[in-house]
C-alpha cells in the first residue's frame, strides 16, 4: 500500500491531531495520531477503540495487528513524522505503551522535547 494510501486512511480527526503535533508539539495529539494509525491498520476495525484499551495490551495479539501491519504502521509513522525507525527499534515495540513512548520520544527529540519516560 503507497503511503500516500495508508495516511488517507486515517480518520480527519487523526489528520487534524498530526496537523496540531506538528504545530504545536502537543504530545497528546501524538498519541491520537498513533492511536488511530493503529486503527487504520486494522481490518476489520476494531470493535474497541485503541484508547481504551491498557497500556499493557501486546501489539499483536491485543490490538488485532499483524506482524505485517505493524511493519505498514512503522512506515505510515516514518512519514508522518519524518522519522527513522530501524527493525531493531521495532523489535522492541510489544504494547501499546511501548510503541506511544517510543513515538513520543523519537518524535518529541526531533523537535527538541524532553520526553519523561
Same mark, same amino acid.
Given at each position: ?21 506538528? $504545530? ?23 470493535? +474497541? ?13 491485543? +490490538?488485532? !495487528?499483524?506482524?505485517?501491519? /505493524? ?24 504494547? !501499546?505503551?511501548?510503541?506511544? +513512548?517510543? /513515538?513520543? $520520544?523519537?518524535?518529541?527529540?526531533? $523537535? ?6
Amino acid at each position: 500500500m503507497s503511503s500516500s494510501a495508508r495516511f488517507n486512511r486515517l480518520a480527519p480527526t487523526a489528520r487534524a491531531d498530526l496537523e496540531l503535533f506538528q $504545530r504545536t508539539s502537543d504530545l497528546n495529539a501524538l498519541d491520537r495520531v498513533v492511536n488511530a494509525a493503529i486503527e487504520a491498520q486494522v481490518v476489520p476495525a476494531p470493535t +474497541t477503540p485503541v484508547a481504551s484499551l491498557p497500556e499493557d495490551t501486546p501489539l499483536l495479539d491485543g +490490538t488485532g !495487528l499483524s506482524s505485517l501491519d /505493524v511493519i505498514e504502521l512503522v512506515f505510515l509513522m516514518e512519514e508522518m513524522l519524518d522519522l527513522s525507525i530501524s527493525n531493531q527499534e521495532v523489535v522492541s515495540l510489544r504494547t !501499546l505503551k511501548d510503541l506511544r +513512548t517510543f /513515538v513520543r $520520544r523519537k518524535a518529541g527529540a526531533k $523537535r527538541g522535547l524532553a520526553v519523561p519516560a
